[in-house]
């Protein structure tokens, strides 16, 4: 009897009616003709398996949300030939888009967008991190973009991943936490191979770190790098994820940063001293077991039984997504195996990673996109892998969602990013996810359990892989 519950709850049968959530808006329909080129030319180089970034925001103020995509490119720069254009779409309603020729293509070979009103004029803006330096655009109106990069400094990081705007110091102004990821030249790349001695791509931890930073803005579109001195030290960190929230609930913001094969940092914020890392202090560096995750994608779940909230980082192949539950006091637990969320996606490496009561049953779920980023098919280890989407029942514990609950479980894709956002304004929350050399996938949210339950929500800036929302709290 202990059996058939256990196996109940990991797949999700006979526990719900079994409806769809989502379904799928095909691209013939929607517009979106984007395709994300790694540039693959055989040599395993290893940006060509990083990207897939995106943005949702409201760019011309007509209250819907509209799209920029990253985009890839070459690896090594040939002549009379171009990096293909990073690529913008309006929302025309109705989960429509039109691809909109605006002039500013992104850096090159872009990972991530993240938008919003740096300025203060009531326009959203853009900065996009890449791995071969990284742009910041305003908005000036009419889908008209400036190049204003310079406000952040000469000296871009070498490769830029993970960003966040929020107002860390309390002035009502918005500043930008840009993480660093490794130093990668394909002209010096070491030779990596896999256990059967074939070339395979190496890790992060073959290459230098690229330190983060820290910018202070004014609200004018001015920024001051205020990285040392407030006390933002990550220089072994390779930084995929990062989200930030008052994690310690004492009424400030504070940061958490995913790394890749190191271990996670939680920069609480105090008058006194600035930031002070307290990942280790609080339970969040390292899995209960002691193991550096290679996080890729965070978000965070409003906890179930006191103020604050939970954090999720996807992982790598074999290791499982970690939950770690706040506690309080500024502590968390590695709840992963005792809520089964571990071994749901164990057989996964995942990247992008967004939770929000999808159904309006009261209870939240988790949808998680996966791909690996070593070639071993041949070994018996997929390249591509199916999304998955989870519930979190009363108990804490979680179950997987069916296929017919979740069809796209059924495709398998080397996904990246994605986001959550109320696309066509019916009040739920749809579904856009990204995959290498290949279309976006975008689903709209059909289930009939009405809109997402109201609750108490705590302020959640960042997240997922890559994928910036112009404004995104935790329900």
Known sequence: MQFIVLWL??????VSAAEPIFEVVQSKTSGLDFRFESGTRGKFDLPEIMGGGMAAADFDGDGRLDLFFCQGGMIEAEAGITDPPCRW???QGQMQFKEMKVGSEGPSYAMGAWPADFDEDGKVDLFVTGWRGWKLYRNKGEWQFEDVTSSLGSEALKWSTAA?????????HLDLYVGGYVEYDPSRA????????????CGPEDFVVVPD????GDGKGHFRDVTK????????????????ADFNQDGRLDLFIANDGTANNLFIQNQEQGFV???IESGVAFTSSGEALAGMGVAAMESIDKPGVDLIVTNFYDRGTVLFQYRGKGFFEDLSRRSGLGLLSRKYNGFGIVSDDFDGDGNLDVVQ?????LSRERLGTPVKMRPLMMARNGDGTFQERSHKEFPISSLEIQGRGLIKADFDKDGRMDLLMTRLDGEPILLKNVAKGGKTVKSKRTSVFGGSYLSGVVADRVR
Do not use: E, Q
Request: overall charge neutral; proline content about 3%.
């Open 9 to 14: 709850m990991l797949f999700g049968l006979g």
């Open 89 to 91: 779409y309006r929302n």
């Open 164 to 172: 966040v705007w929020t107002d860390f110091n309390g002035d009502r």
């Open 190 to 201: 070491p030779f990596c191979a896999a256990p059967d001695g074939a070339r395979d791509y």
């Open 213 to 216: 930073r820290l910018y202070y």
């Open 229 to 244: 001195t407030v006390g933002i030290d990550n220089h072994y960190g390779r930084t995929l994820g990062a989200i930030a």
């Open 277 to 279: 890392d307290k990942a």
């Open 369 to 373: 996109v996966n791909g690996h980023v």
